[in-house]
């Protein structure tokens, strides 16, 4: 069988399966969750050893750090895994929901009803543990998921797809419902990006290179972010311990990802007084600065930054940073060289606040918070897909409802249209 039939075959696969999981109950769906997490858990030797054995290939092929980190597993990651799965399950179940239902002159009453999208395919590229969250949220959400993990995490993926497949079977569900593919060769990503008969949408995650090579080939609708170039903005009118503790944390508490802080801006007056403290406090994690003309005088071991600096996703210990005169002079920084991820300002000032909530144009945007905070578990769903920058359909971390659509149903009693 050449890889184009295997794809069409898995394709065929999921959208039979798709129906299954569309009118399955919620008790259904959450045991398939519980019995995974009971799996991953039981499977945990197993899980560790092809991490271990991933590790070891990557290690030998090159992987720079920041992919390495992506790609472990722990002990602790594994249980987190159970727990996301867990987390799913307590949810409340979209498939169904009716909502705007209102009484129309005529008689009849209009309102929408939330339902699956269908089959969703995934993308992505190093952390394991997106099998477990994908497959979580696909199947909550009532869809049937085809699931592409990066060479670098073959072993691993198969290893958690032997505990969702457990799951399903524990459910009474289709195995085919969460399909991971086995294959490495990436002329499978152009084979599932092109099979709108059989896959709704696509979610990519990953690098850069990724997603624009999936969004100008894809002929199915998809989900995505580029990059996450976020920013921490220090107003004039900020406390200085929250400043000083909330850029700590968004750079320098995981390097590695797409809501990490890779620029500081801050307000003039505030530099002479803050800047140097901010430096010394990054300069001792181990972050190198790149700055203006004015962040290099008030810090010495800064060196200096360009247009690409402020336009870079660094996911390693850089961080960009930029004097700026006010609020309004950081917000057209922020529109000009943020890829739209998670904006943050410090300020205790209420109307500066609540401009910068109304006009910069991110996904996410925070008022004395940590970028950080931009991920699905953190606002409350559980988990994630993904982080979206698009503007239609989903936009920010995408979680059940982002995974579902809504359709306009009519109740009547006979009515007629004259």
Not at 5 to 24: E, N
Not at 295 to 320: C, H
Not at 322 to 338: F, G, L, P, T
Request: glycine share 8%; hydrophobic share 45%.
């Amino acid at each position: 069988m050449t890889l184009k039939d295997t794809l069409l075959q898995i394709g065929q696969a999921a959208r039979d399966a798709s129906h299954a999981v569309a009118r399955a109950s919620t008790g259904a769906k959450n045991t398939a969750l519980l019995a995974t997490a009971s799996a991953i858990r039981a499977q945990r030797d197993e899980l560790l050893a092809a991490n271990a054995a991933d590790l070891a290939a990557a290690k030998a092929d090159g992987l720079d750090a920041a992919m390495m980190d992506r790609l472990t597993l722990s002990e602790q990651g594994i249980e987190a895994m159970a727990q996301g799965l867990e987390q799913v399950a307590a949810l409340p179940d979209p498939v169904g929901e009716i909502t705007e239902l209102r009484r129309r002159p005529s008689g009849i009453q209009v309102g929408k009803m939330r339902v699956p999208l269908g089959v969703v395919g995934i993308i992505y590229e190093a952390r394991p543990n997106v099998t477990a969250e994908a497959a979580a949220l696909c199947l909550k959400s009532g869809n049937a998921a085809i699931l592409r993990g990066g060479k670098e995490a073959i072993r691993s993926n198969q290893a958690i797809a032997v505990c969702v497949k457990k799951g399903l079977a524990a459910a009474g569900l289709p195995e085919t419902a969460i399909q991971v593919i086995e294959t490495t060769d990436r002329a499978a990503v152009g084979y599932l990006i092109t099979m709108p008969e059989f896959v709704d949408v696509i979610v990519p995650r990953g690098g850069k290179g990724l997603i624009e090579r999936i969004s100008q080939e894809a002929r199915v609708p998809v989900i995505k972010h580029l990059d996450g170039n976020c920013h921490v903005y220090v107003d004039s009118a900020a406390d200085p311990e929250k400043a000083l503790a909330i850029v700590e944390n968004s750079k320098t508490q995981r390097l590695g990802t797409c809501n990490t802080a890779e620029s500081l801006l801050i307000a003039r007056p505030m530099a002479a007084s803050l800047l140097p403290k901010i430096a010394a406090m990054l300069t001792a994690r181990g972050i190198e600065i790149r700055g203006c003309d004015e962040t290099r005088a008030l810090v010495r071991e800064a060196k200096p930054a360009n247009e690409e600096d402020y336009a870079t996703e660094y996911l390693a210990a850089i961080i960009s940073c930029k004097v700026v005169a006010d609020v309004e002079e950081a917000i057209a920084h922020i529109n000009k060289y943020s890829s739209a991820h998670t904006e943050a300002i410090v300020t205790e000032n209420y109307t500066t606040a609540l401009r910068f909530l109304r006009e910069v144009d991110s996904a996410s945007v925070m008022v004395n918070a940590s970028t950080r905070f931009a991920d699905g578990f953190e606002y409350g769903l559980g988990a994630e897909i993904g982080i979206s920058t698009d503007k239609f359909h989903a936009r920010g971390p995408v979680g059940l409802e982002g995974l579902t659509s809504q359709k306009w149903i009519v109740l009547g009693n006979g009515e007629v249209r004259g």
